[in-house]
């Protein structure tokens, strides 16, 4: 392994274009400069991320006028700063020489690169929190062509893309080829003929130019059907014949480069055919994610007129894309009831499939109130890690609130709730009778009981600790640690340990 040291000096230049076509024709011009990292950021990404405000001010400091696609081209190395910048005065003469003169903006503060990389990092996340039924799909993403193609590529992908009636969402990596290029379908209507109709042509045009339809990501089960002429047939048999050595019994990725299925196979859909949305009149205010998107214009409809049966509820369940991103482990705060359990369900993708399907009818009749809801919400702890880092911004904790005012006009609440609910109203009470909750810890069995009808777990100590004194500690009858009370010559905090 040949490991290399950090650029010590690092400069950017942002390359802003009138067009998306001249774009993609410089990028193999600008990789003669030798930079260190060639990017791109097209218009859809830009107008994302100016509509997020913690983007916006980023963003704006790149952008000359109002360019449809934006090049972020890095130049590093051990040389001072003033070698670097002397780098990004080539990159503008070039910028000059085909007809851009004064088209690249200098971000040569660490800082204010560090925060723009961020906003590119976080194009996935910005593109996928597009709202409405129609979203970016992934399955041609990955195609990757030579340099000099790659203007003539990109134009007739987007041409198919509006004989489809949609456009595409472009990013990433114009100095090697690769952009990830995700068509606007929806998956719930027409979108998966459309999606094969595109892959078709798509693939046709890569082998064409004689590039890659899988260059960087691996294959997985949309991206298989079109890999095979990659390899050859002998390759292919020999991939055959080492997954029957290694995996007869087809347990290890079935479906995947070996005996494939059809990347429109229905059976494999998130949304079936047929799939509709159960009518249900939610508690909350849900109207922000009943919109419409017009695929091509990336116009929005008004907030509560995307036609929704669920008042916006399904489309903010639906915005779980299945990333998996609150799986990790490595950092972050989403999700701590998965990463106790290890279990899927309680997952935020888990949570949120399982709404869905209820949402839906597909819950074996259950709807949001019904027990599998339940189960699922249960051990989360509202703590919002998922609305700040899920990638499309799902917000488990207000749709558990949702889930639980279902379950409540449905059944009730349940008198352990209402213990907890209305403790302000009657704790003044208890304090002057201290010893009625103190007969739970005496009476034998009354703990045991008190934990199947009340939901207070019988390990704990009811009985409330009181002390005249300000800032004091008292024991708790059962834990070793102090808890505090704070009182008042006027009044006193009960603190009760559940």
Known sequence: MKLARLPAHRVLGVCNFPSFYQAMASAQHIVKLSPTAVELVDRTMIDLARSNPAFQPIIDAALIGAPEAILLVEFAGEDAGGTQRARLDRLAELMGDIGLPGAVARITTAQAQKDLWEVRKAGLNIMMSMKGDGKPVSFIEDCAVPLEHLAQYTQRLTEIFREHGTQGTWYAHASVGTLHVRPILDMRRDGAAKMRA????????????????????????????????????????????????????????????????????????????????????????????????????????????????????????????????????????????????????????????TLRLALSGQLDGEDLSGESVRAALDLCVSCKGCKRECPTGVDMAKLKIEAAAARAARNGLPLSERLVAFLPRYAPIVSRIRWLPALRERLPGAASIGERWLGLAAKRCARPSVNPRLRTTRKCCCSSIPLPIISSRKTQALRFTY
């Open 198 to 353: 595109i892959a078709e042509e798509a693939s046709a045009m890569v082998r064409e130019y004689k590039g890659a339809y899988s260059g960087e990501h691996g294959d997985g089960i949309c991206r298989s059907e079109w890999v095979a002429w990659q390899f050859g047939p002998r390759l292919n048999q020999a991939f055959a014949e080492v997954k029957a050595l290694f995996d007869p019994g087809n347990r290890m990725n079935p479906g995947k480069i070996v005996h494939p299925p059809k990347m429109d196979d229905a059976s494999l859909f998130r949304f079936p055919p047929g799939y509709r949305r159960e009518p249900f009149a939610p508690k909350l205010d849900w109207s922000a994610w009943d919109v419409q998107r017009d695929p091509v214009t990336g116009v929005e409809t008004a907030p509560g007129t995307g036609g929704d049966v669920t008042g916006g509820l399904a489309k903010a369940v639906e915005m779980c894309n299945n990333n998996g991103h609150c799986r990790k482990f490595d950092a972050g705060t989403m999700c701590p009831s998965y990463r106790v359990t290890r279990d899927e369900q309680h997952t935020t993708r888990g949570r949120a499939n």
